[in-house]
Every structure is written in C-alpha cells, then in structure tokens.
C-alpha cells in the first residue's frame, strides 16, 4: 500500500512568485487536506478537497487555491508568495471515517 | 471554535523514565482526539485515536492515552521511554474522523537523555 507523496520536498522561490505543490493520496483515499506548519507551530489547515470539490477551507487567503484530480491527486497553489508563505507545507489524505494520514510534505523557503 | 493548548513546550526525560505530555482541548460536542509525533524533516505519524468507548485507548509504540470529559484533557503517556521517541508531539481535534478538519496544539518536544 502506498502512502501520501508529495513533491517536490524543498523548493526556494522569492517573493511575488507562484508556487504549486503536489500531492497524491493514499491508495483508495478520496479526501485531501492541506496544512501549513510554520517553524515551531503545529499545522493550520488550508482547505479540504472531496470528490474534486473544495469540502471547507481555514483562514487562508484566496491566493492559495487547489485542485483535485479524478485519481484524487491534489495540487496546492499559491501566487503572489509572501516571507510569511515559508513553511512546511503538508498534505493528508483520509477514506471514510479513517483518520488522516499525512505525508512527508515539501518545505517552502520564501527569500 | 475548537482549539488545543499543550502546555508544556519543552520535556526533558531520561531513558527508561515514564513519560506523559499534556493536552486539553476545547470543543463543544464529542471530541475525536488524536496524538500524531513528527520527526525532524518528516510528516505526523498517528500514534493513537479516541473516537468513543473506552476513555483509554492504545497506539503504537507502546504509547496510551487516557480521555477525561471533566478536565478536557487527553494526555500521553508510555511506561518507559526510549531514545528514538526524542520528537515533537502533536495533540489534535476533529469534529469528526476522516471528514473535517483537525485543529492541532503547538506540540511538545521531547528530548530523551541518556
């Protein structure tokens, strides 16, 4: 069974840029979190996908955007990238009632 | 709105030691309450759930974790500690298992001295 991937694992971009990050879920997963952990933080949610469909979304502004995919593939997306954008980003993917299982996520420097 | 404060940021204990990391939660109905431990540069590894029936529940790695209502709380603990459990602690909520979203604590860093 394969677990959450995600890609790339480091990635430097400087300020204004776009950034998308990828993930794909767990084998037989359908829903997809994304989450950002700060240094020293626990991880904030972004927003959810189900089905293809955004299912609920955190405190985020509109400049982070993603996409589903039929395989359930997922892709996070931010423009206009901010200093404050640098994180571990982190994708979970979850079946069902089963808790969500997390990848090893793709930490973003912002310069 | 649901929220996580583990109070202690820091634990220092010593190999062979017991062990117990603090979490309380606020959430106004039933509570799905996980512990997942993040090591250096990787992802959160789910040590253990509580989703309803027995307040003691058991994970992985030798790690337990008793659920009380009254003090809103869902502490870790394990017996004796081992020096690859040096990692961070993350105790979360859900209104829900797999659907809705969890609300993580700031962690708790443990450090294992020989």
């Known amino acids: 069974e394969t677990g959450v991937t995600q890609s790339p694992t480091h990635l430097i971009k400087t300020r204004g840029q776009q950034v998308t990050l990828r993930c794909s879920s767990q084998s037989g997963h359908n829903t997809v979190s994304w989450y950002q952990q700060a240094l020293g933080q626990g991880p904030q949610f972004i927003f959810q996908?189900?089905?293809?469909?955004?299912?609920g979304r955190g405190n985020f502004p509109p400049r982070f955007s993603g996409l589903q995919f039929p395989n359930y593939s997922s892709e996070l997306n931010v423009n206009a990238l901010e200093l404050d954008d640098s994180a571990l980003y982190l994708c979970a993917s979850s079946y069902g009632g089963q808790p969500q299982h997390f990848g090893d996520g793709t930490r973003l420097s912002i310069l | 709105a649901q929220s996580v404060t583990q109070p202690d940021i820091h634990i220092t204990v010593s190999e062979g030691a017991s062990l117990e990391l603090r979490c309380n939660y606020s959430y106004g109905a039933t509570p799905y309450l996980f512990w997942y431990v993040q090591s250096p540069g990787q992802g959160l590894q789910l040590l253990l759930k509580?989703?309803?029936?027995?307040?003691l529940v058991q994970g992985i790695k030798g790690f337990e974790a008793e659920f009380k209502r009254s003090q809103s709380s869902f502490n870790l603990r394990k017996p004796s500690v081992h020096w690859s459990d040096a990692a961070e602690y993350f105790c979360?909520?859900?209104?829900?298992?797999?659907?809705?979203?969890?609300?993580f604590g700031k962690g708790t860093m443990l450090l294992v001295s020989p």
């Open positions: 509580y989703f309803s029936g027995d307040t």
């Open positions: 996908y189900y089905r293809e469909e955004e299912n």
């Open positions: 979360a909520v859900a209104s829900n298992s797999g659907y809705s979203t969890l609300t």
